[in-house]
């Protein structure tokens, strides 16, 4: 099995995580105005976990394409401020920086360095790999629900 090309799979995860960010907000509006809390726990727990999954695929599609620390680090910061992943992604997109497949799947010799030769493992096995990040990001998304919300760790 191919794994999702990274264009691809960079696309559905920033627009999902500007999904969620529409679902969390509209549950914060309904909290805030007295309307219901009920929805906060759903949205922000959804939100929560495809931001882990955004955050993922960046570093991923990061490696692989080797792009600079400064793109790297700005296409997983664009996951904290609302629908920002939107315009990354179509910036990045537009200027040929999201690949149409993943280079260390189909050249698997030129990967050099620990993270490369991490990632070049787990697109050679991409279902084990999935299944393997989804718990992951499971483990991590139930950590950070047991630390409480952001504004209370400190």
């Known amino acids: 099995m191919t794994p999702p090309a990274p264009r691809s799979l960079f696309r559905a995860t920033a627009l999902a995580e500007a999904v969620t960010w529409t679902l969390l907000l509209a549950a914060m509006a309904l909290k805030y105005t007295g309307v219901t809390e009920a929805l906060m726990p759903v ?83 991409p279902v084990v790999s999935v299944l393997a990040v989804l718990a992951l990001v499971a483990v991590v998304f139930v950590l950070l629900l047991q630390a409480g919300p952001p504004t209370e760790w400190f």
């Open 43 to 125: 949205a922000g727990g959804v939100h929560g976990f495809v931001f882990l999954c955004y955050v993922a695929v960046s570093f991923a599609v990061w490696i692989d394409a080797r792009w600079p620390a400064g793109r790297g680090i700005a296409a997983v910061a664009s996951a904290v401020v609302p629908y920002a992943t939107i315009p990354v992604e179509r910036g990045l997109d537009r200027r040929g920086l999201l690949p149409g497949h993943w280079r260390l799947h189909a050249e698997p010799g030129t990967a050099r360095g620990p993270l490369e030769q991490l990632l070049r493992v787990v697109l050679a096995r």
